[in-house]
């Protein structure tokens, strides 16, 4: 069975500071990996998706993530964090050769950037 | 295209009402789900569709019934209320293949008292 960790519930950086969230998974396959964000009060928004294609994936507002086989991460960063950034992020994977795009998702990690 | 809604976006129900939320998307996508959103839980998988006419079950699936009639519907049934379905409830669509992105509605956050 699929699982997600991701470590840190909550991450507190400063505007203009290096943003790194920890996503771990477990699978049996190689997988697909996604990062979603959540800004309050509503649904979730695709970040970055990896499909196999390249181990470095670039997402929207500046985010990337680089899936590493031999550590089973799946780690997102961005090099400059903005207040807009603050939101819950998660990390889910959908195991290749499963049932097509059901996603199992970590716990999330709310982040929080100050001035 | 509106893409993933839901509704309704606010719902207090008694222990022991039911009720149905309601989700539909215009996407023609053939895979739809239903999560729950608890804090420090992450979401987890109630139900999914894989089509018309196809439902399995997914990690949380006990006090909730669903169906899935036609491609760009599928309602969320709570027979019975209880509070620990006190949740907010999300629903989700893609194409299903391996991969695909899911899609997800606004939310309906339900509290049972």
């Known amino acids: 069975a699929q699982s997600v960790t991701q470590l840190g519930s909550h991450v507190s950086v400063s505007e203009g500071a290096l943003v790194l969230l920890r996503c771990n998974y477990s699978?049996?396959?190689?997988?697909?990996l996604f990062w979603y964000v959540q800004y309050p009060n509503q649904g979730l928004q695709l970040l970055l998706k990896?499909?196999?294609?390249?181990?470095l994936v670039k997402g929207i507002n500046g985010f990337e993530a680089e899936f590493k086989k031999s550590e089973t991460s799946f780690h997102l960063t961005k090099p400059s964090a903005h207040m807009s950034d603050a939101a819950e992020y998660f990390c889910?994977?959908?195991?290749?050769?499963?049932?097509?795009?059901?996603?199992?998702f970590g716990t999330g990690t709310r982040l929080q950037v100050t001035l | 295209n509106a893409g993933v809604t839901q509704t309704p976006k606010f719902q207090v129900l008694k222990t022991g009402q039911s009720m149905t939320l309601q989700c539909a998307q215009d996407?023609?996508?053939?895979?739809m789900s239903w999560y729950r959103q608890d804090p420090g839980m992450g979401l987890r998988l109630i139900h999914y569709?894989?089509?018309?006419?196809?439902?399995d079950q997914g990690e949380v699936p006990n006090g909730y019934n669903v169906s899935r009639s036609t491609t760009e519907d599928f309602p969320l049934r709570l027979l019975s209320a209880a509070p620990s379905q006190t949740s907010v409830y999300f629903c989700?669509?893609?194409?299903?293949?391996?991969?695909?992105?899911?899609?997800f509605g606004p939310g309906t956050r339900l509290t049972v008292t």
């Open positions: 699978s049996s396959v190689p997988p697909y």
């Open positions: 996407m023609n996508h053939e895979y």
């Open positions: 990896y499909t196999s294609a390249a181990t």
């Open positions: 989700a669509s893609s194409y299903s293949r391996q991969g695909g992105e899911q899609y």
């Open positions: 889910a994977v959908s195991e290749a050769g499963g049932t097509a795009s059901k996603l199992t």
């Open positions: 569709s894989v089509g018309a006419g196809i439902t």
